[in-house]
């Protein structure tokens, strides 16, 4: 079972460069959503999606687009890097929104992002 | 807006002993409540999921209970091993919405 696919798994950008991390599941999941994780901050919500063609933001979203056109996918976009997206961000995903029974989350092996 | 704590933020224990980590929450309007395993350069990995009908799950020698009315979960870890060194996080819900809220976790040492 593949789970939860991240790429890349590293990255250098130099600031206003744009990219996309990429996140692809396989195991028809509801609920798919994006965290970046910083040392001292712990990991925060970015952007989150209920289902294909809904997306929401978290806690931390300035800077980040993201989009749902199918189930599978949900990737992560930076439009013009800053150095405090320097990060590692992980996708995870759930089979039932809300996380009722069942509905433990996914995780990602991480994408690891420096922006000089 | 929910705020979850863990403490300690460090621990280090001797092979076999049996411990419990902490894990409070402000916002009590939750339905479940996660903990996750975090090894180093790695991603989470669900270890347990309660809802708050359960007050409690079991997986191996891992328990963790939830006390809404306290704003309290706790994870029991028996006969400690090595193998369990790595960090421990919590999450709960935001209020009824699909926003999870992280602990920053507690990083568990296990002694041989």
């Known amino acids: 079972n593949a789970g939860v696919t991240q790429t890349p798994k590293f990255q250098v950008l130099k600031t206003g460069q744009s990219m996309t991390l990429q996140c692809a599941q396989d195991?028809?999941?509801?609920?798919m959503s994006w965290y970046r994780q910083d040392p001292g901050m712990g990991l925060r919500l970015i952007h989150y999606?209920?289902?294909?063609?809904?997306?929401d933001q978290g806690e931390v979203p300035n800077g980040y687009n993201v989009s749902r056109s199918t189930t599978e996918d949900f990737p992560l976009r930076l439009l013009s890097a800053a150095p405090s997206q320097t990060s590692v961000y992980f996708c995870a995903s759930s089979y039932r929104r809300g996380f009722g029974a069942g509905g433990e989350l996914f995780f990602g092996e991480g994408s690891r992002l420096t922006v000089l | 807006k929910q705020e979850v704590t863990q403490i300690p933020a460090a621990l280090s224990v001797p092979e076999g002993e049996n411990l419990v980590l902490n894990c409070s929450f402000t916002d009590s309007a939750i339905y479940n409540l996660q903990w996750f395993r975090q090894d180093p350069g790695k991603g989470l990995t669900s270890l347990l999921l309660i809802q708050s009908s359960q007050r409690e799950q079991t997986s191996g020698r891992l328990n963790a209970s939830l006390d809404k009315s306290s704003g309290r979960s706790t994870l029991y870890i028996a006969a400690s091993q090595p193998g369990d060194s790595a960090t421990y996080l919590c999450a709960a819900p935001q209020g009824g919405s699909e926003k999870l809220v992280f602990g920053k976790g507690t990083k568990l040492t296990v002694n041989p």
């Open positions: 195991m028809n999941h509801e609920y």
């Open positions: 999606s209920v289902g294909a063609g809904i997306t």
